[in-house]
């Protein structure tokens, strides 16, 4: 029996009795011949009620005291659970992040780990003592180098982090996550009561989900599961059942120091062989996008990346990509469909198709651009400085896809491989065997996220760099970008040729985001700046709709029969994210989940 790192979140440390059946918990896994590390998040909704306040006294309170501050929540639990433990027979011992050398960047409410001294966790092992660390927070600076030590936190939801980082340290055999519910199901079970729990999941399957909105596990630790192929489960504090394994390919090896901050982007993959149609000005109002792509999928084409957004205020622009050879096909299904969306047949202006033969896309991959809002901007910088025009942006949390003239294409690899040091390949999911086992299904699950807002900036000139400087202005303030899309119609304004472009922040960053984005607008030569935060994203991950037709349809279609408008739209090769209104946002949720076929018989319990 080896070592094993288990984590316990919240509700599970809840109270005096829950950490007491936590602690015979993981005696029992001790008499079963296991050494365990044990991480815990603060008790029950404690960090919540520390942050209301920290917010009661400041509006904007340094982030340095925010993490003094939620830093102690975990400090309590440790405290408590190692005394379960005595009281059992166990021995035990209690560390803080310090405490164990959890050491991470200085970068306060959102460090990074970069690197964790294993010789006290290992001298503690071997006295036969449990190990009851932290999660949640790591120390910066070094007092060698004469630098400031503080108290840092990995971020909101980070012990899942902290758990899975130690077990890449400490080599353990496995990490397991204990919860309030089964395991991972196919949607949020307090949202989708009908969800269902899955057995296993890949991780890249996972961080999608992750970052769009499926709480139950923070991104960073899928990451970091599958960068060092950690064996990951997700169970129920509760129960003994299995739960759901994460998957994760076999890892290249790779060093421990620098374990969160290594390449932000893993890899620059591109595909060469696209061809674009763009639908513009159709109309704003439900079941556009199902009757187009409901239409493409029953001639089976394959679709790619989808955007659409919405433009001087009521016409939506739908644009997507397929393989160079259906071309010509998918061209006379949408001249065939356009008639019909236009409000008044004869107004030609309406529903116009435009086509692109030779595009490439290009894409960075890799989860080290969560939180990292630099990594998209210096992408477009890149490509800019290189002259190389971006036609299409699609962007998920961990990838960021453009579509760039196919003459470009090898330009542009070039540029971005050296920009980011890594080495460039074919679409990684493509070269995947996985999704072609006729068991995986074509969605794994869904989820909503009802924190973000949208961002619209008129009138942007229309030349290369002019999305690099947008985001560089929001990357320097903080702010993370989502779900970039830029219109594919380019109209004069004031003499220039220009586009609008959307984006969706975190609601929290709405207000700064616009203020900095119009402080700037004249110096940019860019119209006005909107926001609008009654926004949801609905989203559905599967690796399994890589090169299936008429995935996407099936999610249009079931928002159209529910009468949902779709405001904007955006894809990576293994997700498809509607915004829709925010009242509608549960809704949609729901009807995308059952539209799947991902309604479970059973209906989960979640525990108070
Ligand atoms: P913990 O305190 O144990 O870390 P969290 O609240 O962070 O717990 O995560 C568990 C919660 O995640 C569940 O109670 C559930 O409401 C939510 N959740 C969101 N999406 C999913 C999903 N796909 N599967 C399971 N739980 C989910
Ligand atoms: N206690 C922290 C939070 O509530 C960290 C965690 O629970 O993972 O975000
Ligand atoms: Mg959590």
Redesign the pocket.
Known sequence: MGLIVQKY????VGSVERIQAVAERIHHAVQAGNSVIVVV?AMGKSTDVLVGLANDISSNPSRREMDMLLSTGEQVTIALLSMALHERGQAAISLTGAQVGIVTEADHTRARILNIKTARLERHLAEGKVIVVAGFQGISGSWEQGEDVEITTLGR?G??TSAVALAAAMQAEKCEIY???S????????VVPN?RLMDEITCDEMLE?ASLG???LHPRAVEIARNYGITLVVRSSWTDEPGTRVTSPEPHPRPLEGLEIANPVDAVEFDVDQAKVALLRVPDRPGVAAQLFGELATQALNVDLIIQSIHEGNSNDIAFTVRSHTLTQAESVVEHIAPALRTQPTAADEAEVQTSGNIAKISIAGAGMIGRPGVAAGMFSALAAAGVNIQMISTSEVKVSCTVAETDGNRAIATLCQHFDVTSSPARLDQSKVFKAPDTPSVR?A?LDLEQAQLAIRYVPDEPGLAARIFQILADRGISVDMIIQSQRSRLHNDKMTRDIACTVAQADATLARDVLQAAASELGCGAVLVNKAIAKVSVVGIGMIHRPGIAAVMFQSLSEAGINIQMIATSEIKISCVVQEDKGIEALNVVHSAFGLAGSEVVE?PA
Do not use: F, M, W
């Open positions: 979140g919240g509700t599970s998040s939801g012990s899942d919860t309030d519910v395991g991972i199901l196919t949607s949020d079970p307090r969800a989900l499926a709480s139950v699950g989820a979640v």
